[in-house]
């Protein structure tokens, strides 16, 4: 990344941008596109929050829900012998842009999960923003490079936040153009999924989601964290963890620019105590203890939606936020990866039947091969899986 914009190795992101005049001159620049975002909203946003209350479930089965994000620069020697461990077949790798010239250890790196179900993220930087034509070569480097090994691809990410170098809508549409002029011409077998909004900031989504550009989305992907409104069952200007996967979705089914998938890219809380490798300030921080409960629980509450194809949990090994602590190098096992283990075990065979709440008790009922699972919890407990035999 260049100046302004900076990486931060602590926490996996861009730094803030600190130079405020630039951020002012670059919104002013892109007000058109803004002032499109916001008027696309608030035509769409209603109406697909009346048909949200109509769409049913589709069938979205254990096998291929849980996902799990890895890194080039964490343990990249252990990192497979753990998610064996945790059994999930399904892992995002991100590969930056501006990292073009490690394309090979990428490569590498990907070529050691051969029993994995690959989807590479392509992050982006403000020089290939602005500049397509290096957007298109290194594109097409990955593509080529990956051909036969992924078909799968993330492109771009958090598209609504600057620091990321994105200021408008616009410029994210034309920056996944390129991708999708690429899949068009010359890799026709790739699916490219967009547009990877973060937080529930859905009037960012709803302009990828309806324009004139002739793009179309594979799936929808959605950074869809809730962490800093602490539980996933507790609400946003009305909206829970559920509310917002059913909204979200019917804007997927109401747009003619993407198939009806939705993909769940990014979430995760991020820990106490962890500071600088936390992304957040300690304010939105939570416990060990906690941190395990509530990705339990999103899990169940997505697969409970039976609308989300797959959640990507960010990340295996991270210091501030991931399963795995891997400060000086020494890898210690947090509560929540033996938590994810568990659940994986019981619901990576399974088949949703119902959901319901009563008297602040939720509760899952799946089939699987051992008999029908059961998944209690409430506010303040951790979810209990017990079967009943099929007779």
């Not at 771009?156 to 410029?171: H, L, M």
């Not at 399974?350 to 319901?356: I, K, L, M, Q």
Request: charged content about 20%; some cysteine; aromatic content about 14%.
């Amino acid at each position: 990344m260049k100046p302004p914009f900076a990486w931060d190795s602590y926490s996996d992101q861009p730094s803030i941008i600190k130079d405020k005049a630039l951020k002012r001159q670059m919104r002013r620049s892109t007000l058109p596109s803004l002032i499109k975002t916001f008027c696309i909203a608030l035509f769409i946003l209603p109406l697909a929050w009346v048909i949200s209350f109509f769409i049913p479930r589709v069938r979205i089965t254990g096998k291929q829900f849980f996902g799990m994000g890895v890194n080039l620069d964490k343990e990249p020697n252990t990192t497979p012998y753990l998610l064996d461990e945790l059994g999930v077949t399904k892992i995002l790798i991100r590969i930056p842009l501006w990292e073009i010239e490690k394309l090979h250890e990428y490569i590498t790196f990907i070529k050691t999960f051969n029993n994995k179900h690959i989807t590479v993220a392509i992050l982006q930087d403000r020089e290939h923003i602005t500049s397509p034509s290096l957007t298109k070569d290194h594109l097409s480097q990955i593509f080529h490079a990956l051909d036969g090994i992924c078909d799968n691809y993330i492109i771009g990410s958090t598209i609504n936040r600057a620091k990321w170098g994105f200021f408008s809508v616009n410029e994210y549409l034309n920056f996944y153009a390129i991708a999708y002029d690429l899949k068009r011409k010359h890799f026709p077998h790739l699916k490219l999924i967009g547009s990877n909004v973060i937080d529930f900031e859905y009037h960012f989504t709803t302009h990828t989601l309806f324009n004139l550009t002739k793009v179309k989305f594979d799936a929808l992907g959605s950074l869809l964290y809730v962490d800093r409104r602490g539980a996933p069952e507790n609400t946003q200007m009305g909206f829970n963890l559920l509310g917002k996967i059913n909204l979200l979705y019917s804007l997927i089914r109401l747009s003619p620019k993407t198939s009806n998938s939705l993909i769940i890219t990014e979430t995760n809380w991020p820990l106490k105590g962890t500071a600088p490798y936390a992304p957040t300030s300690e304010h939105e921080c939570v416990s060990e203890e906690d941190y395990a409960m509530y990705m339990v629980r999103y899990y169940l509450l997505a697969f409970a939606s039976q609308k989300v194809s797959c959640v990507y949990w960010h990340q295996l090994i991270a210091p501030g936020y991931g399963l795995i602590d891997n400060r000086e190098g020494i890898i210690q096992k947090r509560s929540a990866f033996e938590a994810y283990k568990i659940m994986v075990s019981h619901l990576g065979d399974a088949t949703f039947v119902h959901y319901s709440i009563k008297d602040n008790e939720y509760q899952l009922v799946c089939s699987t091969p051992r008999g029908k699972l059961y998944i209690h919890w409430t506010l303040t407990t951790h979810p209990i899986y017990t079967y009943k035999e099929v007779l």
